[in-house]
């Protein structure tokens, strides 16, 4: 469902909807079969120059994973009727992970889920409302920590940036603790085998900016080996 000037044949389509989105239906499923089969597509273009791209999204997705979308295409703004939204200060690569979100795209090609490409989907998220699509996003990015090569502090801090500086201390909550946690977990605490920073890496987050973020980390404690997605999912959203 990700076109860029193309137009889909919505008819034949085979994406799925998420199962998150499933459940928030709350519908038996030959209602939900009808409603999405039936869904108007609405388009969606986001950035600008050459970096925009235009996407082609059901309706009944849309407003059912992001309040945004559902007042949007349910109020007395030009949007209701035309279906046509344009987003302009947001990144494309953001919104084609919330798009592939949607038609749960599992086993195909995806868009980048690395740190980066995280914290800027979970701003958009925030911004869309749309707090289910947050909570995988976050355990993206913890994936992402856990599967890849150490992070380099340069890497980790631009993520920080840009979640304590374009979201509300309330909203990027979840995704902040997450960074502290991993952040922490590489200090040289017993408890975890992360490979430690480097005294050059420690010296950039003791120079940076974030202060607020450093003293997160040195008062963090860790929740026993810092392992396993799960884990630390359930530890983030303080579940038992």
Same mark, same amino acid.
């Given at each position: 469902?990700?076109?860029?000037?193309? $137009?889909?044949?919505?008819?034949?389509?085979?994406?799925?909807?998420?199962?998150? %989105?499933?459940?928030?239906?709350?519908?038996?499923?030959?209602?939900?079969?009808?409603?999405?089969?039936?869904?108007?597509?609405?388009? %969606?273009?986001?950035?600008?120059?050459? =970096?925009?791209?235009?996407?082609?999204?059901?309706?009944?997705?849309?407003?059912?994973?992001?309040?945004?979308?559902?007042?949007?295409?349910?109020? $007395?703004?030009?949007?209701?009727?035309?279906?046509?939204?344009?987003?302009?200060? =947001?990144?494309? %690569?953001?919104?084609?992970?919330?798009?592939?979100?949607?038609?749960?795209?599992?086993?195909?090609?995806?868009?980048?889920?690395?740190?980066?490409?995280?914290?800027?989907?979970? %701003?958009?998220?925030?911004?869309?409302?749309?707090?289910?699509?947050?909570?995988?996003?976050?355990?993206?990015?913890?994936?992402?920590?856990?599967?890849?090569?150490?992070?380099?502090?340069?890497?980790?801090?631009?993520?920080?940036?840009?979640?304590?500086?374009?979201?509300?201390?309330? =909203?990027?909550?979840?995704?902040?603790?997450?960074?502290?946690?991993?952040?922490?977990?590489?200090?040289?605490?017993?408890?975890?085998?992360?490979?430690?920073?480097?005294?050059?890496?420690?010296?950039?987050?003791?120079?940076?900016?974030?202060?607020?973020?450093?003293?997160?980390?040195?008062?963090?404690?860790?929740?026993? $080996?810092?392992?396993?997605?799960?884990?630390?999912?359930?530890?983030?959203?303080?579940?038992?």
């Amino acid at each position: 469902m990700i076109a860029s000037d193309i $137009k889909p044949q919505l008819e034949n389509t085979r994406l799925r909807p998420s199962s998150v %989105v499933l459940s928030m239906a709350n519908k038996d499923d030959s209602a939900l079969k009808s409603d999405f089969l039936l869904s108007p597509a609405v388009t %969606v273009t986001v950035g600008t120059g050459n =970096d925009k791209k235009t996407f082609y999204v059901h309706e009944c997705l849309l407003k059912n994973a992001s309040q945004y979308f559902k007042t949007a295409l349910q109020s $007395k703004f030009s949007e209701a009727g035309t279906k046509v939204f344009r987003l302009d200060e =947001d990144d494309p %690569v953001a919104f084609q992970l919330f798009v592939e979100y949607l038609y749960n795209f599992e086993g195909e090609k995806r868009g980048s889920r690395s740190l980066i490409s995280c914290a800027d989907a979970f %701003v958009l998220g925030c911004k869309l409302v749309a707090p289910a699509f947050n909570r995988k996003v976050v355990e993206w990015a913890a994936e992402d920590m856990l599967n890849r090569s150490p992070l380099l502090m340069k890497t980790l801090l631009q993520a920080v940036g840009i979640i304590c500086n374009r979201t509300s201390e309330t =909203d990027g909550k979840s995704m902040k603790k997450l960074l502290v946690m991993y952040c922490a977990s590489r200090l040289g605490s017993p408890k975890t085998k992360r490979k430690p920073w480097t005294k050059a890496q420690r010296l950039i987050l003791v120079k940076s900016r974030q202060q607020e973020f450093l003293a997160d980390v040195l008062g963090h404690d860790l929740p026993g $080996k810092l392992s396993g997605k799960k884990r630390i999912i359930k530890s983030i959203f303080q579940e038992k």
